[in-house]
């Protein structure tokens, strides 16, 4: 044997064969049922945040609502499911995910055919309320069954861009059904229409999934849940209220002031329990904190774009609110889009890459619309811009899910969940009042037209959008990719 051979022996000797490409990761038939069962239940509760909007006054008027409280059909919804998303976050998981997510849509479905069948205000407010609560239940222990059910890496990637673009496109989907049920049927329907989709997921749920274990035993920590959740309603109540009546009126700014002092003495109480709702230690991770500030970014700005595309379509190009709803059709198709790459990228640029990506993008497609003008043809230019402006903002939003869910336990996956939806419906209830106090401020000086607070408003959106995702990819730094 020659030396050469004698070395190639020795080798092969001590170091074991290459092995083989890995096959490419695919879901198994079980998998893809859970996903289609929660991603159905996800893109119903995101239909019903947008659903009512384009029928309020419809509803004012065959209810007897009285003008100045129409926002309160929304404003009951978005209180009861951003205050009380994070408590139900931690009850997912400890009393259990699969037990609260169905009794969420089954309280969905009872209160959905509650209002559709109201006959005075008061009804209706106490279903939307109850709509609130049930998508505060639903919402992140559904995303909890979805990540523990899929591991981290390209599987749970991919189940989360999927959730990121239903979740989007529901939004624009509700306007677009809002308008055509309430044009073609009743604005009852807009209700109605959960009954069955919530049936349907009630009685499959059992069967379909599965629960991880539950390893926290402890008791709830009630202190803490209390100042969470007074301060989230006590903020969303400010921003709400200084959206409709100005930053300066002395409700809001109690609101806002109340709520961000109980938030800061939950942080303290936090420092102190001995079973924490949310233990310092998760709020102390890179990856949870800018990962959360990475999408508050990415959702107040997108849904306040919104707000100002039906200002400028309906205000300025004169458009009906079932054409407007129609013409976010295309955004609905960007962020669809989005979502399906949204995986892929952070796959291969990690979840800080997507993020810094997406929030670039969508900064430059934002920032094109300060060309809009008062003719028609510029719908064209609306129509561009918020496709890929959709693509961009899914691309951050998978990228913030990933980033804020990634490198914890499956037993703090529901309040790691739970802080995700709460950003999420913090974002969008914040970008709306911002953003209308700037088109407020810049149009009341040239004669009410409402192009110039448009285009100002615009121009604060994309800038708010750049800074929030290079800050929040700056300062995850190398960890905020896969791993978080």
Excluded at 105 to 127: D, H, K, R
Excluded at 142 to 163: I, K, Q, S, V
Excluded at 222 to 244: D, F, H, I, K, Q
Excluded at 299 to 316: D, G, H, K
Aim: hydrophobic share 55%.
């Amino acid at each position: 044997m020659s030396v050469t051979e004698r070395a190639s022996g020795a080798k092969s000797a001590a170091a074991p064969a290459a092995p083989a490409p890995s096959a490419p990761v695919r879901m198994t038939g079980r998998q893809k049922l859970v996903l289609t069962l929660l991603l159905g239940a996800q893109f119903m509760i995101a239909v019903d945040f947008s659903i009512l909007n384009v029928a309020l006054p419809v509803v004012g008027e065959g209810l007897g609502f009285p003008l100045g409280h129409l926002q309160w059909i929304a404003t009951s919804f978005a209180l009861a499911a951003a205050g009380f998303t994070l408590l139900f976050g931690r009850i997912a998981d400890l009393f259990g995910r699969k037990r609260l997510f169905i009794g969420g849509m089954a309280v969905l479905g009872l209160a959905s055919a509650l209002g559709g069948l109201a006959t005075s205000p008061e009804v209706l407010i106490v279903a939307r309320v109850l709509q609130g609560l049930a998508t505060a239940a639903v919402t992140p222990a559904g995303l909890a069954l979805l990540t523990t059910a899929f591991r981290e890496g390209p599987l749970r990637e991919r189940a989360l861009g999927l959730n990121g673009a239903l979740m989007s496109a529901g939004f624009t989907a509700g306007a677009v059904l809002g308008g055509l049920l309430t044009d073609l049927l009743s604005w009852r329907w807009a209700f109605l229409v959960n009954v069955p989709v919530a049936a349907v997921v009630v009685a499959l749920a059992p069967s379909v999934l599965s629960d991880s274990k539950i390893v926290c035993r402890h008791r709830l920590d009630v202190p803490g849940a209390v100042a969470v959740t007074g301060g989230l309603l006590a903020l969303v109540y400010g921003l709400t209220r200084a959206g409709e009546a100005g930053w300066s009126d002395p409700v809001a700014l109690a609101g806002l002031v109340g709520g961000v002092s109980l938030l800061i003495g939950f942080w303290f109480l936090e420092r102190r329990a001995a079973a924490p709702l949310v233990p310092v230690r998760i709020m102390r991770r890179r990856s949870v904190v800018w990962g959360n500030v990475a999408g508050l970014v990415a959702f107040a700005t997108e849904t306040s774009l919104v707000f100002l595309i039906t200002l400028y379509l309906q205000e300025v190009l004169g458009y009906s609110p079932l054409a407007t709803g129609l013409a976010f059709g295309v955004l609905g198709a960007g962020t669809v889009l989005g979502g399906t790459l949204g995986g892929r990228a952070v796959g291969r640029l990690g979840g800080r890459g997507a993020i810094l990506a997406g929030g670039v993008a969508q900064a430059v497609a934002t920032g094109s619309l300060l060309a809009l003008g008062p003719g028609g043809g510029w719908i064209w230019l609306v129509l561009a811009a918020t496709f890929a402006g959709g693509v961009g903002n899914m691309l951050m939003i998978v990228g913030f899910m990933v980033t804020a869910t990634s490198g914890l336990p499956d037993s703090e996956q529901g309040l790691a969940t739970g802080l995700a939806t709460m950003t999420q419906q913090v974002g969008i209830t914040l970008g709306i009042p911002v953003m209308s106090a700037v088109v407020a401020a810049r149009a009341g000086g040239d004669g009410g037209s409402v192009l110039p607070g448009v285009t100002t408003a615009v121009a604060v959106n994309a800038g708010v959008v750049l800074v929030g995702a290079v800050l929040a990819a700056r300062l995850l730094g190398r960890r905020g990719g896969r791993a978080g």
